[in-house]
């Protein structure tokens, strides 16, 4: 497919220069205009993750990336529809950060909770769009509380099976990763299967000390029960320069993955999700994304475009 559209290299290198926080090793405020508010009605605002929200980062499987991660999906037979895997797909959502401020009817900002083990907190102040970007910033702030940003579509848009994708950049910064990922359904439900509930990591970039990336599944909650499988793509550093496409194609049979229209891993070993789910694209700190490194921040994750697609009847 052909992304909505792209950064020559000096408009770019301008871009970097010319905006606070990404791209420049200082920390100036980064203006935020947001049109809506931090929770859906129906979730009340909290200071801790809740338990179906509070992921662990686990790794079972690791692989070396394909040989070729550079094809494009099949071409559209028309503006509004996609082929894949022999499945064709029409236009369900789509976003390419137009203006300068987040659309609030097709995203709300995460809630400002506390995240992982290091401490780290979801912001307000760290998401912004720029010329055509979402821009999620991850920080040191000056109570010396590391901090990120965070969107989804929860409230605006859910969607069982389909194909799900974005155009993204990827801070190179360890200690802290972006991530493309779903929730559906009760993930926190406990019974033995991803039927029910689960989440969905289409793409974290938690591997890039490794210059890697990672596709997961997550059930069974985030207490004892948690269960996961997933695929760590460990020797792929040419995904940390420039942008590339990451997708879901989540059928009745399985979860397929695809870089830059490439198929990676698929899966149905948990049993294959019923349930509708929200789109979401967050930064966050972790220990297991390797050592903060204070110097190297405050740096973002970029992202171009998201779309979403339903099979075609």
């Known amino acids: 497919m052909k992304p909505i559209h792209s950064l020559t290299a000096m408009a770019l290198a301008v871009l970097l220069l010319s905006l606070p926080g990404c791209g420049q090793k200082q920390t100036p405020d980064v203006p935020v205009s947001q049109t809506e508010t931090n929770a859906a009605p129906d979730e009340p605002?909290?200071?801790?993750?809740?338990a179906d929200e509070e992921r662990t980062g686990s790794s079972e499987v690791e692989t070396e990336a394909p040989a070729d991660v550079t094809?494009?999906?099949?071409?559209?037979?028309?503006?509004?529809?996609?082929?894949?895997?022999?499945?064709?797909?029409?236009?369900?959502?789509?976003?390419?950060f137009d203006g300068d401020s987040l659309d609030g009817t097709k995203w709300s900002l995460c809630p400002e909770w506390n995240r992982q083990d290091v401490g780290g907190a979801w912001r307000?102040?760290?998401?912004?769009?720029?010329?055509?970007?979402?821009?999620?910033?991850a920080r040191i702030d000056d109570n010396g509380t590391p901090v990120s940003g965070a969107v989804r579509t929860l409230g605006h848009f859910e969607q069982a099976y389909g194909y799900f994708e974005a155009r993204i950049l990827w801070p190179s910064t360890t200690g802290f990763w972006g991530a493309f990922?779903?929730?559906?359904?009760?993930?926190?439900?406990?019974?033995?299967?991803?039927?029910?509930?689960?989440?969905?990591?289409?793409i974290e970039s938690g591997e890039?000390?490794?210059?890697?990336?990672?596709?997961?599944?997550?059930?069974d909650g985030y207490g004892s029960a948690h269960k996961s499988v997933s695929k760590i793509l460990s020797r792929v550093p040419e995904l940390y320069e420039g942008w590339h496409t990451y997708a879901l194609q989540w059928t009745k049979d399985a979860y397929v993955f695809y870089i830059d229209g490439e198929e990676t891993w698929r899966t149905s070993?948990?049993?294959?999700?019923?349930?509708?789910?929200?789109?979401?694209l967050t930064t966050e700190f972790g220990s297991w994304a390797a050592p903060i490194v204070p110097e190297e921040l405050p740096d973002c994750c970029r992202v171009d475009w998201v779309r979403a697609w339903e099979e075609a009847e």
């Not at 307000?124 to 910033?137: K, N, Y």
């Not at 070993?269 to 979401?280: A, L, Q, R, T």
């Open 71 to 96: 094809a494009e999906e099949d071409p559209p037979e028309e503006d509004n529809l996609l082929t894949v895997g022999g499945i064709t797909y029409r236009l369900t959502f789509e976003d390419g």
């Open 269 to 280: 070993e948990p049993g294959i999700c019923e349930k509708p789910g929200y789109m979401k």
């Open 45 to 50: 605002a909290e200071t801790t993750a809740p």
């Open 208 to 219: 890039c000390a490794r210059g890697g990336v990672n596709h997961a599944i997550h059930w």
């Open 181 to 202: 990922w779903m929730m559906c359904g009760d993930v926190g439900k406990e019974d033995g299967s991803a039927v029910s509930g689960a989440e969905i990591d289409i």
């Open 124 to 137: 307000d102040s760290e998401t912004s769009v720029h010329d055509g970007e979402l821009w999620l910033r």
